[in-house]
T-cell receptor, first 115, second 111 residues
């Protein structure tokens, strides 16, 4: 069990550029979540997958955001035409269904800075 | 609406105890607790289920009052490593899907 990993850990980009983040969940976990966290706030839900199916998207997720989990393993989150308001920590978490607890384990996050 | 936590911040001396509360305006089926250190990801601490089941660390305890829609996290004999921001998280609906995190409690343990 190597935990949830995310790449890159930091990304600095100019406004208007596209960025893509990757998340590798814990290997046997079938659920994968994306959250966004700004300074001093708790994580806010963006979207989640069960296997390769994207089951829910938050209203926070504008049309510029897209997420995929093509083979039910790793996931990517792409932000097109970045804005300064997109600057935040993007967190990925994974969990395993079929238990009562469904605890979510978080990765180290990708900190995005949009200049 | 996100759960409200209290206190917002607390400073302890090593060895002292603390209680962190989490109140929701919605019915709770379970409560998840996380600790986050500055610049790091949230770390899972504990989960409490409706009905009394719980799973978590041996040195941390918590309670869950379904009727009052509240949960409390009890930190006893605090250590320097307990410092961080504590968040409660409540799942939407009856499943363990997306979590709505609380307002957070900053805890600092000093010598």
């Amino acid at each position: 069990d190597t935990g949830v990993s995310q790449n890159p850990r930091h990304k600095i980009t100019k406004r208007g550029q596209n960025v893509t983040f990757r998340c590798d969940p814990i290997s046997e976990h079938n659920r994968l979540y994306w959250y966004r966290q700004t300074l001093g706030q708790g994580p806010e839900f963006l979207t989640y997958f069960q296997n390769e199916a994207q089951l829910e998207k938050s209203r926070l997720l504008s049309d510029r955001f897209s997420a995929e989990r093509p083979k039910g393993s790793f996931s990517t989150l792409e932000i097109q035409r970045t804005e300064q308001g997109d600057s935040a920590m993007y967190l990925c978490a994974s969990s395993l269904t079929g238990t009562s607890y469904n605890e979510q384990f978080f990765g180290p996050g990708t900190r995005l800075t949009v200049l | 609406q996100q759960p409200v936590q209290s206190p917002q911040a607390v400073i302890l001396r090593e060895g002292e105890d603390a209680v962190i509360n989490c109140s929701s305006s919605k019915a709770l089926y379970s409560v998840h607790w996380y600790r986050q250190k500055h610049g790091e990801a949230p770390v899972f601490l504990m989960i409490l289920l409706k009905g009394g089941e719980q799973k978590g660390h041996e040195k941390i305890s918590a309670s869950f009052n379904e009727k009052k829609q509240q949960s409390s996290l009890y930190l006893t004999a605090s250590q320097l490593s307990y410092s961080g921001t504590y968040f409660c998280g409540t799942p939407e609906g009856g499943g363990g899907n997306k979590l709505t995190f609380g307002t957070g409690t900053q805890l600092k343990v000093e010598l």
